[in-house]
């Protein structure tokens, strides 16, 4: 049986709804502006809770003719802490390192993990497989940074992504399994994007009115893919897998219309021998957590589970 949205957010999202219906009534088009102003809008009105940590510090990390920029959040600067790499959400078009500072730290805070933010490109200027690059740059030369800095840490390395950020994060597991550099401990995908194919039923069923949309969904696509690449064979639902992918948790919303691919993905990885987790949000939307002060417990809920994951 359904669970019914919360009434603060269904009210909230028959207020989007509707506003979204007269702007295109008069005209509107979506561009990769308006797209990064309304992720920039939301976020920085609902996202309010920004924990004090007491090191944060910005820093390049070299990259395939870029230099990635990501900003380091260290809960505990006496401790030797484990890794935590982010990748914002944003559809590969919307999103910034300063526009999820309050959620890495909140991750942080969450999880006793070092947060390493990652500042990568985005489309349509640097369409796929740019943000990957950056992302692998970072997963590969965080360590020699942070030594550089003097940092403690542990080089135990994990990745956190939501939406898009949670596609970067899982094909960077499925595109670097097989490199002897590397070992990723674990990964958590945050209502990740994982068949660019769009061919799971929840795409259909919850394809209009649930704020994030089939529609919107394609154009991001649109806008990320530039080359024909082939849809299947780089969704990460679709990848090779070996026992060198980490433990995996999927968090996924109820009504988000990206929800059945998690759970498709949950299964192709226990079927493939992977420890895989996941944790449904009942009632939740997409990109809930840049809604938080409207759903305060369900937010607590997953940094909770989260933590839980990372540390057991």
Same mark, same amino acid.
């Given at each position: ?17 509707? &506003?979204?219906?007269?702007?295109? /009534? ?25 924990? /004090?940590?007491?090191? &944060? ?16 959040? *260290? ?37 006793? *993990? ?7 490109? !985005? ?34 390395? +994990? !990745? ?24 990723? *401990?674990? =990964? ?37 893919? =530039? ?22 948790? &999927? ?11 998690? +759970?498709?993905?949950?299964?192709? !990885?226990?079927?493939?021998?992977? *420890? ?20 305060? /417990?369900?937010?607590?809920? &997953? ?10």
């Amino acid at each position: 049986m359904a669970n019914p949205i919360p009434a603060v957010l269904q009210n909230w999202l028959d207020t989007a709804n509707a &506003v979204k219906q007269q702007l295109l /009534e008069n005209g509107f088009k979506i561009t990769s502006s308006n797209a990064r102003e309304a992720l920039e809008t939301l976020t920085r009105r609902y996202v309010t809770s920004r924990p /004090e940590i007491p090191l &944060v510090r910005d820093d390049l990390v070299p990259g395939n003719r870029f230099r990635v920029p990501i900003r380091i959040y *260290h809960p505990q600067p006496e401790q030797a802490l484990p890794l935590l790499i982010l990748a914002h959400g944003g559809g590969h078009t919307a999103g910034s390192l300063s526009l999820y500072d309050p959620i890495a730290r909140r991750l942080a805070k969450a999880t006793s *993990h070092i947060i390493v933010s990652v500042d990568y490109r !985005l489309a349509p200027e640097c369409p796929h497989p740019s943000g990957l690059s950056d992302l692998a740059s970072v997963i590969k030369g965080v360590v020699p940074i942070l030594e550089r800095l003097n940092l403690r840490f542990s080089p135990r390395l +994990s !990745l956190v992504g939501d939406s898009a950020g949670g596609a970067l994060c899982a094909t960077s597991s499925h595109r670097l399994q097989f490199d002897p550099a590397v070992s990723i *401990h674990r =990964q958590v995908l945050i209502y990740p994007s994982l068949d660019y194919t769009l061919s799971q039923p929840s795409i259909n069923e919850l394809a209009k009115g649930y704020l994030l949309e089939r529609d919107r969904i394609l154009w991001y696509f649109d806008n990320y893919f =530039q080359h024909d690449e082939n849809r299947a064979e780089i969704s990460p639902l679709f990848m090779p897998c070996s026992i060198r992918l980490p433990a995996t948790l &999927v968090i996924t919303a109820e009504y988000c219309p990206l929800r059945d691919e998690g +759970s498709a993905y949950v299964e192709r !990885l226990r079927n493939s021998g992977i *420890h895989a987790e996941l944790y449904q949000a009942d009632g939740m939307i997409h990109a809930f957590l840049n809604l938080e002060d409207l759903v305060k /417990e369900q937010c607590e809920a &997953v940094y909770c589970r989260i933590g839980r994951f990372l540390n057991t």
